[in-house]
């Protein structure tokens, strides 16, 4: 059974940093793309950044600049760094992870950023 696992969310002062990590588990296959989406109240869920298992990385144009996705392949784990926090990044985030033809969502960690 493949699991997702997020953690790291929590309440920061705008200007603030976050770290969100992201742990899978129990893929047959390997992980193709990993990645970040968020989601705030009244919104459709978004691309945050994604990384490929070779390192190639995409950004939303609303973070370049300020977030920073990382992987560690040994561990199946993604990072995101959030830096210069806005209260705009509010939002549930999730990641979703690639591994073969199948896709998979963790339960999401909430981010409040407070102005």
């Known amino acids: 059974q493949v699991q997702v696992v997020e953690s790291g969310g929590g309440l920061v002062q705008a200007g603030g940093s976050l770290r969100l990590s992201c742990v899978a588990s129990g893929s047959k296959f390997s992980i193709n793309v990993m990645g970040w989406y968020r989601q705030a109240p009244g919104k459709q869920r978004e691309l945050v950044a994604s990384i490929s298992s070779g390192g190639s990385t995409n950004y939303a144009d609303s973070v370049k600049g300020r977030f920073t996705i990382s992987r560690d392949n040994a561990k199946n784990t993604v990072y995101l760094q959030m830096n210069s926090l806005k209260p705009e990044d509010t939002a549930v985030y999730y990641c979703?992870?690639?591994?073969?033809?199948?896709?998979?969502w963790g339960q999401g960690t909430q981010v409040t950023v407070s102005s």
């Open positions: 979703k992870i690639i591994p073969g033809p199948y896709n998979y």
